[in-house]
C-alpha cells in the first residue's frame, strides 16, 4: 500500500522541471545564456508585465470603450481562486503603467497606489501580481538568475596554499539580494555588453531595451573588492569564484517577493525596511560596518527583482514613507552604515479613501505624493460580474450539502450594485433601470449613447455603497441558520433578510440616511425578485408544448381568415364560422397591441409567415419571440384558472389540481434549477402574490 502511494506521488513530480529551475553554472556558462535568451536580463518592471501579457487577453467594448480582459488576472495559476471580475477599466490602467514602465518611460520610478473602498480587490490585485509572477519565474520563459561567491568557509578570500596564486572556492555564500551577475561586469565594458544583447533582444510585448543600472550590493562588493586585489585585477580569475543560479521568486522563501505590513509605531522600524547589524557576526569580522555582519533581509532587500508590497501604505510612519522616496525615484535604498545601495523592484501599495484624502491634506507629504501614481479601484458595477464574486464562494461547486435557491446570489448582488450606483439624471429612468443598462440589457428609448452618458455624469461612480465582503458574511449566516440546516435550503428572502437586519449594526454606516436609503432599495430588489419568480413560474404552467402548438395554430387559422375575409371550418359542427375575434383578442392583449393596432399586427404576422415560406422555412409556434410571449400568458392565464393556483394558500388542493402542480414543480426544478423545497416554496409565495392580486381587482 505504501508503495502504491509512494507511485502515485512520484507520477505528479517532474524531475526534469526541477534540475532546470535548479540549474548552476559557472558565470561564462551563464553568458551563454544570455547571448542566446537576453530577456533573462530583463528588469523587474518588463518581467511583471511580460508576465502579465504571457497570459493573453481578449478585446471587447464596453459602454462604448474599447476594453481588453487580461487572463492574467482570472488567476489562471491558481484556477481562478483571486479571480477578479468587471473591474476591466482598473486593470487596464494598471496594465498601462507597467507598459510604460517597460518601455522605461518614468513611471519605473514611482510607487503603484492602489487606491478605492474596503473589499474593492486592492489586495487581490497586489497578491495576483506577486502569485502570477512567482509562477512566471518557474516558465522557461521568465526565467531569472542570481549567483552566489565561493570562499573560503569563512567567508573570506585566502590562497590555497603558501604563495598560491588562487583562492580558496569550498564554501559557497549567496548573493544576499538576489542580483542579476550580470552587475558584476565592470562599469566601463556594460555598453558594449548591452549593445550586444540588445540586438538580439526581441521582447514580445513591449519595445522596452535590456539595461544594467547599479552597482552590486555591500556584500557583493567587498567580496569583489577583496577577490580583485588577490588577484591583482585579473576580472576572468575573480568570474571563477562565482557560482551562477537559477532562482524561483517566492513570497515564502522570501526571494524576490516581500510584504510589509504596518504595525505598531513603537514596534517598528525602518531596519524592517533595508536590514540589520547581526551582532552575532560582529566578532567573528571585528566591525558592525563590514557587510558580512550585516543581515540584507529588509522587505526591500529581499524583493529585489521583483515585487514588494505595502498593506496599507499610507499608515506607515512618516520615516517610512522617507524610505521610498530613494526607492522609487532612484532606485536605491540606504542600510544602516552602508552607501546607497540598488534595488531593481516594482513597489506596490495600497489603500482607502480615509487615509488618502489625509495624504492629500498634509503639506509635509507632497514629495511622496509626487511620486505616487493612483490607480481607482472602485466596486462592481456590472450585475453579472458581481453575481461571480459570489458564485466563487457559494456556487453549487462549493456548497453541497446546503441547497441555494436560483436567484439568490443574484439578488444580494443586485442590491449591492444598487447601493453604489448614483441616481441617474435622466428623467422617467429609475436606478434599477439604470442597474440593467449597465449590465447589457435593453430598454426602450436607450441607446449605447445614452449608457455612455449615464456612466460620464457618475464618474465617481463605485467608489461607495457595499462591500462585497458584507454581501458574503450575511450569505454564510443564512447557509448555518436554523432555516438553513433544517430545509437544507437557502432562498432570497432568508438572504434579504440577512440583509436588512444587518444594516443596524453594520460597522462603516453611522449615518441613518444612508441606512433608510439602503433598506427601501432592498425593497426594489425584493419586488424584482417577485417579477422574476412569477414569470418563471407563468413559464412553468404554459410549458405544455402541446397545448401552445395547439393555441398557436388556432391563432394562426383564425387570423388568416381574417386577414383574407374569409371563414374558419368547425371542426365539431363541420359549419364555416366568423373568426374567432375574443380568442385573437386575448392573445394579442397579453402583449399590449391596442384595439387600433390589431389589424396592422395581425398583418405584420401573415407577412412574416409569407417572408418565413419564401425562404423555405416552417412557422412554428416559438419562432416570432413576440407572438411566442403572448401565447405563454394566455396559455398561463388559462392553465391558472385551471389549476386554481391560489388554492395553495389555504392548502385546499384536490387530487387532479395536485397532480397538475407537481407538473409545474417538476418544470421548476428541470428548467430553472430548483430542488422539491424551493420549488414548493416559489409556487406558494407566487400563488399568495396571485391571491393578494385577486382579492385587490374584487
Not at 461571480?388 to 457559494?394: A, D, E, G, H, R
Not at 446570489?409 to 447601493?419: G, P, R
Not at 436607450?446 to 455612455?452: F, L, N, P
Not at 364555416?576 to 395581425?602: A, G, Q, T, V, W
Request: contains cysteine; hydrophobic residues 35%; negative net charge.
Amino acid at each position: 500500500m505504501a508503495e502504491e502511494l509512494v507511485s502515485l506521488i512520484e507520477s505528479r513530480l517532474d524531475r526534469q522541471r526541477f534540475q532546470d529551475q535548479n540549474w548552476t553554472g559557472t558565470f561564462w556558462e551563464y553568458l551563454d545564456v544570455c547571448a542566446q535568451n537576453p530577456s533573462v536580463a530583463r528588469n523587474a518592471y518588463q518581467r511583471v508585465y511580460d508576465a502579465i501579457l504571457s497570459y493573453g487577453s481578449e478585446p471587447y467594448r464596453l459602454f462604448k470603450k474599447d476594453c481588453v480582459r487580461y487572463h492574467f488576472f482570472s488567476d489562471p495559476f491558481d484556477h481562478g481562486a483571486d479571480a477578479i471580475y468587471g473591474l476591466d477599466f482598473a486593470l487596464m490602467q494598471l496594465v498601462d503603467f507597467f507598459r510604460s514602465a517597460a518601455e522605461g518611460y518614468g513611471t519605473d520610478r514611482r510607487v503603484l497606489l492602489l487606491h478605492g473602498p474596503v473589499g474593492s480587490s486592492k489586495s487581490t490585485m497586489a497578491r495576483l501580481l506577486k502569485k502570477g509572477l512567482e509562477h512566471y519565474s518557474r516558465t522557461s520563459e521568465g526565467a531569472l538568475y542570481s549567483f552566489s561567491w565561493l570562499l573560503d568557509e569563512h567567508c573570506g578570500v585566502s590562497s590555497v596554499g603558501p604563495g598560491a596564486k588562487e583562492a580558496v572556492r569550498s564554501h559557497e555564500f549567496p548573493c544576499p539580494m538576489h542580483e542579476e551577475p550580470l552587475i558584476l561586469v565592470p562599469r566601463e565594458a556594460r555598453p558594449s555588453l548591452l549593445a550586444k544583447l540588445n540586438e538580439r533582444f526581441k521582447p514580445a510585448h513591449h519595445g522596452g531595451r535590456l539595461s544594467l543600472n547599479g552597482e552590486p550590493d555591500p556584500f557583493c562588493r567587498k567580496i569583489m573588492d577583496d577577490l580583485m586585489r588577490f588577484y591583482g585585477g585579473d576580472w576572468r580569475s575573480v568570474m571563477n569564484h562565482v557560482k551562477v543560479r537559477r532562482i524561483a521568486l517566492s513570497e515564502k522563501d522570501r526571494v524576490g517577493i516581500g510584504t510589509f505590513q504596518p504595525k505598531d509605531e513603537k514596534n517598528q522600524d525602518s531596519t524592517e525596511l533595508t536590514g540589520d547589524i547581526n551582532y552575532r557576526k560582529i566578532a567573528q569580522f571585528g566591525s558592525d560596518s563590514d557587510p558580512r555582519a550585516f543581515n540584507f533581509d529588509g522587505e526591500l532587500n529581499i524583493a529585489n527583482r521583483g515585487v514588494c508590497e505595502f498593506i496599507e501604505i499610507l499608515k506607515l510612519d512618516v520615516a517610512f514613507l522617507y524610505d521610498l522616496l530613494g526607492a522609487t525615484q532612484e532606485h536605491t535604498i540606504k542600510p544602516k552604515k552602508f552607501a546607497q545601495t540598488y534595488i531593481d523592484e516594482v513597489i506596490v501599495g495600497h489603500t482607502n479613501e480615509p487615509e488618502y484624502k489625509r495624504l492629500q491634506s498634509n503639506e509635509m507629504m507632497e514629495a511622496f505624493r509626487d511620486r505616487t501614481i493612483k490607480i481607482d479601484v472602485p466596486y462592481n458595477i456590472r450585475l453579472d460580474d458581481e453575481v461571480k464574486i459570489y458564485q466563487k464562494s457559494f456556487g453549487a461547486e462549493r456548497i453541497k450539502n446546503i441547497h441555494v435557491a436560483p436567484h439568490t446570489l443574484e439578488v444580494a448582488a443586485m442590491w449591492a450594485v444598487l447601493t453604489r450606483l448614483e441616481e441617474p439624471k435622466k428623467a422617467g429612468l429609475s436606478l434599477l433601470q439604470k442597474l440593467k443598462l449597465y449590465n447589457g440589457k435593453s430598454i426602450p428609448g436607450y441607446t449605447e449613447d445614452s449608457v455612455k452618458e449615464l456612466k460620464e455624469e457618475a464618474p465617481r461612480e463605485g467608489m461607495n455603497g457595499i462591500s462585497p465582503r458584507y454581501i458574503q458574511d450575511k450569505i454564510s449566516n443564512a447557509l448555518v441558520g436554523r432555516q438553513a440546516i433544517e430545509e437544507r435550503c437557502i432562498n432570497p428572502f432568508m438572504v434579504i433578510n440577512e440583509l436588512e437586519g444587518g444594516l443596524s449594526h453594520h460597522s462603516l454606516i453611522s449615518d441613518e440616511n444612508t441606512k433608510k436609503r439602503y433598506r427601501e432599495l432592498l425593497a426594489v430588489v425584493k419586488e424584482e425578485y417577485e417579477d422574476i419568480i412569477k414569470g418563471e413560474v407563468q413559464r412553468a404552467i404554459s410549458a405544455d408544448e402541446d397545448a401552445i402548438r395547439r393555441l398557436s395554430t388556432n391563432y394562426i387559422e383564425n387570423v388568416r381568415a381574417y386577414t383574407q375575409k374569409e371563414r374558419v371550418l368547425n371542426k365539431y359542427t363541420g359549419r364555416y364560422d366568423e373568426p374567432d375575434e375574443r380568442l385573437m383578442r386575448s392573445i394579442e392583449e397579453k402583449i399590449d397591441i391596442p384595439e387600433s393596432r390589431k389589424d396592422d399586427f395581425r398583418q405584420e404576422i401573415m407577412n412574416y409567415i409569407g417572408a418565413l415560406a419564401l425562404d423555405g422555412k416552417k412557422f412554428e409556434y416559438n419562432t416570432n419571440a413576440r407572438l411566442y410571449r403572448a401565447l405563454e400568458l394566455k396559455l398561463f392565464e388559462d392553465s391558472r384558472d385551471t389549476i386554481k393556483l391560489k388554492n395553495l394558500v389555504s392548502s385546499v388542493v384536490d387530487d387532479e389540481t395536485q397532480q397538475k402542480i407537481d407538473i409545474v414543480k417538476q418544470r421548476l426544478i428541470k428548467q430553472f434549477g430548483y430542488n422539491e423545497t424551493s420549488a414548493t416554496d416559489v409556487l406558494n409565495y407566487v400563488a399568495s402574490i396571485f391571491a393578494r392580486g385577486d382579492s385587490k381587482s374584487r
